[in-house]
Structure formats: C-alpha cells, structure tokens
C-alpha cells in the first residue's frame, strides 16, 4: 500500500484512526499536521469536525461486518499506528483490539484513548473532561476562594491531558518499535493525563509552597500580581509579573513604584488591599488602552482577548498562529520545524470521500469493490468520483 506523503516531520508515518470524538481525533489531526498520513474509519453520515479531522483521508466502513473488518486489518496491517477512543473491551469485540491488529502486524502500536483507562473500578464508566479533572484536583484548585470551581472548558481533560497525551505515547511508541520490531499498547487515560499536568502543583504541595484549598496561592488568581482586572469598558487585562523586574516594570506604567501599598508583593497580608487599589487603577481606562500602554514593556500585561478577537492580533498575525477557514480560523499546527515543516493543510474531507483511493491501495479488484459498495460494506458519497 502506498504511502501518501503531505510534508512535515512525520512524513513517511501511517496513522490508522477508528473513528471517535473528542481527544482521540485530536491528537491524530496532531499527528496528521505534521505530516502523518491518517486515515480515518468512519461511519456513514458520521459528523465531521472542520477543525479536528483536517489532513485527513477518510473511509466509511461498517466494521461491525465481517468484510468490513477484514478491509480495517488490511489498513491496520500497512499502518505504524492504530487509535481507537472506545470503551474498555468494545474494540476486541469488533475484532480489532490489539491482539487482532499484532496478528497482522506486530510493528504496530496501538492507542487507546479513554477517560478512566483500561482497568480500575472505573473503566467502564461513563463520563466527560469535568468528571476526570474532578478526580484528579485539577478542577478543585481552579476557581476563587469564595465560590465554585470554574470549570477550564474542556482543555485540560480531553486536549491537555488527553488527546496531547496520546500523540506522545504514539511517538514514542513508534520510535520504540523501529528499534525493536514489536509494536506495544498505549493506554493513554485522561485521568492519568490530568493528574499529570498537575506536577508542578503537587511538587510545590509536597514542600509546603502550595494549600490545598481554592484561591489562596500564588498562580491561581488571588495573588494582585498574577490575575485579571475589569477594565472601564467590561473587558479585562491580564496581569503576569511574577518576577521582581517585571513586577518593578508593572509598577512603573502604573506610577507607583514610590507608593508605600506596592513595596512587599510577596506579603500576603497585603494581596487584598494592592488587589482593591488595582481594581479601581485599571476600571478607569478601556482593555485597549490599558494594552497599548503595557505594550513592548517589560510588565508581562496584555489584553484578554476573545476568541474571534485572537487571530487579528498583530503578534498572532505576524506569526501566522491562525489561518481562516468557511466562517472562522482555526489554529496552525504546532510546534513549527525549520527543516521539515509542515506542508499545506488539508480541510476535512467529507464522510468516505478517500474510500475508492484506499481500495485501490488496498489492491482491490473494481469488481469486488464494486461489491462491497453495493453490499454497504464501505459507503462512498455521492460527490466522490
């Protein structure tokens, strides 16, 4: 089966995805960013994510039938990687679980994405992003002191902890397999992911440098120096001087580097008065001109910004960091190389629209393909050629 080459770091890297949602597609649109060529299992009419499933080629396969299954081991066969994002022991009874996958190909690593992992009391339970970081403390630390914990949209769980998490396992799983021969299981739960982000907390937690109790420390929002403000206009800066120079510089576009209120940042006593103080010095001009006041100092101050206001700031501009899509942008990959970068991103192909291409990789003679087109084995849509 010939691979298809799309430039980037990966290049030469073969990708097989069990369709799913979430994380799992995350870390493979990762991994076809850089130049991995993935192929994705989909079910007829199954959504498409204009984000998530870019670079993709895609084949829509009924792999609960017999043939269905023995195309996505034929696939799984040609393949350095195989990913699945079910529950615990639903992909062995589609008779593509890891020993189905090491039995036509033993170089292949296989990943699989889910929220408790594995094994544990609770591996087949339901659950979402708030339900892992809710176990792991992640989501008990975020939030003020005097209120319930906010919940960080679905980043630190699914992306962060998750989908990130899988894209690293797999590599190393590959690299490993290229020395030894023998793929391996990569269990990647977002669980484990979760509570693994948390290191640096719980390092400083074991040292004492760190309670155990929402709003109170350094880094998460309490302290005057590291949070946001509200600004004339209802929208707010983001203030980050953690160090003394750059705390010395804050001060310095502010006009207090004299005042007496400003002279311990690190006394704690102090933090709700300097908080109170910056409340009212930043609610007396907009976000904006707050922004351009802070720029290019050493303050660490920049504005919050929404989502749709992201990718026309001038930094993200110049860099490059979005690029436009049918009605938005979406994020560049990342990280950039400067010897092998990514080559130009694919959208998001429609539900099998590479079914015909991978048959025919797949060494399948026009008759039988015709075949299993007609029995729904695989489903081409009606726009593919």
């Known amino acids: 089966m010939e691979r298809t080459m799309s430039g980037g770091p990966l290049e030469g890297v073969r990708v097989f995805e069990l369709g799913g949602i979430g994380p799992a ?207 004339a206009d209802g929208r707010h800066i983001a203030v980050g001087c953690i160090e003394p120079q750059f705390y010395t510089a804050f001060l310095r576009v502010l006009g207090l580097t004299e005042d007496a209120d400003f002279d311990a940042p690190d006394d704690e006593g102090r933090w709700r008065a300097m908080t109170a103080r910056l409340r009212s010095i930043f609610a007396t001009r907009t976000r904006d001109e707050w922004a351009s006041l802070f720029d290019r100092t050493d303050a660490c101050v920049t504005p919050v910004l929404s989502i749709g206001e992201a990718p026309s700031h001038p930094h993200n501009a110049a860099r490059g960091t979005y690029e436009e899509i049918d009605g938005g942008y979406a994020p560049r990959p990342a990280p950039r190389f400067g010897t092998t970068p990514s080559g130009p991103g694919r959208p998001a192909p429609a539900v099998g629209a590479d079914g015909i291409d991978l048959l025919s990789e797949l060494d399948v003679a026009t008759g039988e393909a015709q075949e299993l087109i007609s029995a729904g084995v695989v489903t081409i849509p009606p726009e593919a050629p």
């Open 25 to 231: 597609p995350f870390a493979c649109m990762m991994l076809a960013d850089l130049g991995a060529d993935v192929i994705r299992a989909d079910r007829p009419g199954a959504f498409m994510h204009p984000v998530l499933h870019r670079n993709r080629r895609s084949i829509a396969l009924d792999l609960k039938s017999p043939r269905g299954r023995d195309l996505a081991l034929r696939i799984a066969g040609t393949s350095d990687a195989v990913v699945e994002g079910f529950r615990p022991g639903a992909a062995e009874r589609l008779g593509l679980g890891p020993d189905d996958v090491a039995g036509v190909n033993a170089r292949a690593v296989y990943g699989r994405m889910t929220g408790w992992g594995q094994d544990g009391p609770w591996a087949q339970m339901p659950g979402h992003d708030i339900n892992y970081i809710a176990l792991t403390g992640a989501l008990h630390a975020i939030g003020p002191a005097d209120g319930d914990p906010v919940v960080p949209l679905n980043l630190v769980g699914d992306f962060g902890g998750g989908g990130m998490l899988l894209a690293y396992g797999l590599l190393a799983g590959i690299v490993n397999a290229r020395t030894t021969g023998r793929g391996q299981v990569v269990d990647a739960a977002m669980v484990d992911g979760s509570a693994l982000l948390m290191s640096m907390i719980h390092g400083y937690l074991s040292q004492g440098r760190w309670a155990d109790v929402r709003g109170v420390n350094r880094l998460d929002g309490t302290a005057p120096w590291y949070r946001t403000y509200a600004c």
